[in-house]
């Protein structure tokens, strides 16, 4: 009994350190990162060009995010489930998902630059952890179902 307190305890702190880490990320996101697309979605970017942008400098500090809050989600995906099999598969999506999510950002910017909407979405996607949103849910009703 003292053993299960303790390790929900222990779920619940790391649990707790992994979301404050995804707030740090998204409060220190202008300093830590370069991103010239943080201030041009602020504005009406509709009606406006996409800013110029170092292509190299861009790739990199959104693959690093997109590292940073992968790395975080799998930790906290982890800390819920104790599941190696989860983790697998969830590293898996990530994997596909990044490949998808940076050829699609690239070519828009470089191919369809009027279509700034859906450059916002898919950016989106990249930089900030939407996934984990959608896969603690899933794997929690899959466990469910698994245990009737």
Do not use: H
């Not at 779920?11 to 990162?33: H, N, W």
């Not at 009406?44 to 693959?63: H, Q």
């Not at 697998?88 to 994997?95: E, G, P, V």
């Not at 950002?105 to 009027?114: K, S």
């Amino acid at each position: 009994m003292l053993n299960k307190i303790r390790e929900e305890k222990t779920k619940i702190f790391i649990s707790t350190l992994v979301i404050c880490c995804f707030g740090l990320i998204r409060a220190f996101e202008s300093s830590l990162f370069y991103d010239p697309f943080l201030d041009y979605f602020e504005k009406d970017f509709n009606n406006i060009k996409l800013p110029e942008v170092d292509s190299l400098k861009l790739f990199l500090n959104l693959l690093l995010r997109f590292v940073l809050n992968t790395a975080l989600s799998l930790i906290l995906i982890y800390t819920l489930f104790r599941d190696k099999g989860i983790l697998i598969f969830s590293s898996f999506l990530y994997a596909l998902f990044s490949v998808v999510l940076f050829a699609m950002f690239f070519i828009i910017v470089e191919y369809f630059p009027e279509k700034s909407w859906l450059l916002f979405y898919v950016r989106r996607f990249i930089i900030q952890p939407i996934f984990v949103l959608l896969f603690i849910p899933a794997f929690y009703y899959q466990l469910q179902n698994l245990k009737k």
